[in-house]
């Protein structure tokens, strides 16, 4: 089977961090979404892959290329403007035969386990089109609610008008029949009309995910996502060609990847990662789930929890970052502080396009997007976002109400 | 209790075997293992853990062999070895030998054998069973008649079956009070516990009884008594269960896709024929004492039938745990009893079963499975037709139970005057509403029970409350709770915690509390009384609520308000979820929860 993967979304509600990139190359405990889907998709023997790419395509092909180093066969094909689903399934098209089912991923979904394995194995019991739906975390009217009779989907709402429902949604996977590409062109390229349509005839199943699952929508949802997976592991991974000194603790599933270099006195508490050729110094305390991306470079002291670092960039020495996501090529001053709880312990408001989002999170750091210089001796109040690029002087406090 | 399946065969069996003993793994899976003839030797291969475990480090399914037996083992003699594990084989390796059941003078016969030159590999007491056929074959130089010999030697409770390298062809298998029957294929013929051993490949099957037993090769098979030797003739019953649905489909467990089909279930339930209810319900009228039973799961079933027949035709109709009856039977003839079994093997119920109609007491059942031992020793069965439930906690089949009693007690109130024609049109109205009120918590509720789930899966000791008819439902639902997630929940009306409990409650106990609609006015109250008594003590309440309650919860889920008679079974639908969704949390093995079997059929 062949597989299609839409990465096209501009994904808005992501800044500062989909501001560089598409959304599936963001980067959760020390992989991108992407990267994740890929594994996955080869591990259960698919590995003839379309992905649609937009905006930042350049980020996606560097990173994957034709897919050697994966094991998959990987094909380009490109969306230049932003056009919703249904534009990026028909740019597709050409790649799918008639009379054949293919696999639908969205690019930028996060799950505990492999979803494709579940979706095959319901596809192979229904021998008909299939959907992944689940249960999100807290009901939200954010997707459309599936209605479901036995594990025949008997409608989809695709925009919610009761509040507060608690329905399964459409989880981002499918097997469906490549005459979909028809339909949606008859459809217009309407998607709530495709999929009701699919409903009534042929009918669509619903392989239900009972696993954990998480849409990367809004910046702190990486945190979420990254904890996810690091809660599935269970060893501790360091890598022989990795440099570690003498009085280092670790405890818990630390991953140390090679060339990396761990200095006396630091403290790594699993699940967390260190990615390759990082350089972790004296007296660092690395506190769970936090993950650090290749080639990042930790001062003396720092105390990292909980955060999550795409790579490339430097925390300068007695900071503390927590609760956080900082891009990549980031250079953060030494002594600078996140502060990562409001005075009166509310949950965090984050400005998500200019507007304040309540994240419904009491502990929320600082979005650091890439290419950010902030200068030594710094506090950044809770839910501070900088944009790429942003240059904060020595000794400024951002944010704050 | 333990799972059998053997298959003869024109074509390698490996495959069949395997796939045979798995599907039975519902009924044990703590170790497992074939054997089978090659080349007119024995060969067994066993291990201790599940049948995917056991076949990954013994390669269960790459054997070219045409004859084979296989067992997957809960254990009741011995502890979980590799050497306790079926097959056993007699001293030489002539005999392997695979039971169900529990051999009462194994003790006696193993001394017997020991004398006579035997050694034992194990502590079990079916190894003895296979030197003993073994020395009896010494004695008479004919596999059947040896094992005839050996079988009328036994006591206790058994399903057996055996292979030899004497008769090399052919299965050898019998039961007595363990069930065991026979599957007809083209080219093959096939020996399980029951019908998921071999539905995959054929629906014809023959229910073997108490004191028959059958003969199997690749191309014929007979049933003979064990009394007389005699042929028996046997009817061929074709299985109406479509292997697919025998299957879990789209879901990830069998308990969330049981759960899933309760409307289907409920609906199913209803179209039972009114003559199959009326049937028992003139039983009832006609009886002097009538007397409800079930255990576990099926007794709560039966605690909420009393309920019902005392509010609905009011009569008084005891509930008794099936493992207590006999401490407390006194029926005679002039008695009723109806037992409530999904699968119809409960071992305690059929004893109880058996012990009063020993008494002369008529029978009735209410059974899941068709061609179940009590489904055909009880003079009026109703079956519940819900399908195969596979997963060891029990929710469909619970439920359809549930409302098969609420169809009785409509019946019996008609036939005693409690019920009216308006009434009865009534409740049946609100019945055939239900399915479709449960449809609506499994789609539009189930994202808020997993959400709430999820938030208190970390709770370690949990209080459900309940009065009248919510009192069984909420005992019901702590056992599902307890089942699969391995917390301590704990089931009791509401009037109890006067009268010693509330000294439990601080605020790390959590309570649930099934709150009647409030229309049932007075019923309504009290419980809620019961949540402030909770609340003021410094306690959690979480309240399964109908719209239109006061919020004085802590947490809440709320049901849309329904008819009185079904309102008791929308919670019961929520509580299901609730158990699922905080194993899944807590990353239980919800279809097989530890230490428990889907029908438990020893004492």
Known sequence: MKALILTGGAGRNLTPFSTTRPKAMTVVAGGSLMRR???????????????????????????????????????????????????????????????????????????????????????????????CVCLPGPPTARYGNVYLDGTRITRIVEKPTTAGLGNYVLAGVFVLPVDLFTLVEKCGGDMEQVFGQLVREPGLSASIWEEGWIDVEY???????????????????????????????????????????????????????????????????????????????????????????????????????????????????????????????????????????????????????????????????????????ASVPHHATVGGR | MCGISGV?????????????????????????????????????????????????????????????????????????????????????GEFAVVHNGIIANYKLLRAELGKAGHCFRSDTDTEIIAHLIEQRFKESGDVERAWVSALRSLEGSYALAMISTHDPERIFCARHESPLILGLGSESNYVGSDFNAFIDYTKNTVILEDGEYGIVSKDSYSVKSLRTGEVVDKDVTVVPWDSELSRKGGYPHYMLKEIHEQPQAVRSALRIGQEEIAAVADMMVGAHRVQLLGVGTTYYVALLGQYLMAQLADMDVPALSSDEFRHLDKSGRDSLVIAISQSGETYDTVMSLRHAKERGAKTAAIVNVMGSSIARMVDRVILQGSGPEVCVVSTKAALVQMILLTRLAIELGVRRGTVSAEKRREYEAALAALP????????????????????????????????????????????????????????????????????????????????????????????????????????????????????????????????????????LVAAQLLAYFTATALKRNVDKPRSLAKSVTVA
């Open chain 1, 37 to 131: 889907v890929l594994n996955d998709l080869r591990e259960v023997g698919v590995t003839d892959i379309t992905v649609v790419v937009g905006q930042h395509r350049e980020k996606v092909t560097a990173a994957f290329k034709d897919g050697e180093d994966l094991g998959v066969h990987l094909t380009y094909v490109e969306q230049e403007r932003p056009g919703g689903i249904a534009d990026a399934i028909l740019r597709a098209r050409s790649r799918f035969n008639p009379g054949e089912y293919f696999m639908l991923v969205y690019g930028d979904v996060v799950t505990s386990a492999n979803p494709f394995h579940q979706a095959l194995q319901s596809f192979n019991a229904f021998k008909g089109p299939t959907a």
């Open chain 1, 219 to 389: 910046p702190w949802d990486i945190l979420a996502a990254n904890r996810m997976v690091m809660d599935t592991w269970e060893e501790a991974k360091i890598s022989r060609h990795a440099i570690i000194e003498g009085n280092v603790t670790f405890t818990g599933p630390v991953h140390v990847e090679r060339g990396s270099v761990i200095k006396a006195g630091a403290v790594l508490a699993g699940p967390c990662y260190i990615g390759r050729n990082c350089y972790v110094g004296n007296n660092v305390l690395v506190r769970s789930y936090t993950s650090l991306g290749a080639a990042s470079l930790i001062g003396y002291g720092v105390e990292l929890k909980n955060c999550v670092l795409f790579g490339n960039s430097r925390v300068g020495r007695l900071s503390f970052v927590g609760d956080s996501v900082i891009g990549e090529n980031v250079d953060i001053g030494s002594g600078t502080m996140t502060i990562n709880e409001n005075m009166d312990r509310t949950s965090v408001d984050v400005a998500v396009r200019g507007e304040p989002i309540d994240s419904g999170l009491a502990k929320l750091g600082a979005f650091i997007g890439d290419d950010v210089k902030v200068g030594a001796g710094n506090t950044l109040a809770a839910g501070t976002v900088l944009p790429p690029g």
């Open chain 2, 8 to 92: 003869a065969s024109f074509h390698p069996i490996g495959d069949r075997l395997y796939e045979g003993v798995r599907h039975l793994e519902y009924r044990g899976y703590d170790s497992c293992g074939v054997a089978f003839l090659n080349d007119h030797h024995l060969e067994i291969r066993k291990d201790i853990g599940t049948v995917d475990e056991v076949d990954s480090k013994e390669h269960l399914r790459q054997l070219s062999a045409l004859v084979g037996i296989a067992h997957t083992r809960w254990a009741t003699h011995g502890k979980v070895t590799k050497e306790n594990a079926h097959p056993h084989q007699s001293c030489h």
């Open chain 2, 436 to 571: 479709g009120e449960i449809e609506t918590i499994l789609n539009e509720k189930s994202g808020l029970i997993r959400a709430a789930a999820y938030r208190h899966a970390q709770v370690q000791n949990w209080l459900f409350l309940g009065r009248g008819l919510y009192y069984p439902i909420a005992l019901e639902a702590a056992l599902k709770m307890k089942e699969v997630t391995y917390i301590h929940a704990e089931g009791m009306p509401g009037g109890f915690l006067k009268h010693g409990t509330l000294s439990l409650v601080d605020d790390k106990l959590h309570t649930l509390v099934f709150i009647p609609p409030p229309s049932t006015g007075e019923l309504h109250s009290m419980t809620m009384s019961s949540v402030e008594e909770v609340r003021a003590r410094g306690g959690f309440v979480f309240g399964f609520t109908f719209n239109g309650t006061d919020d004085i919860f802590d947490g809440r889920l709320a049901l849309t308000q329904t008819h009185e008679l079904t309102a008791p079974f929308l919670p």
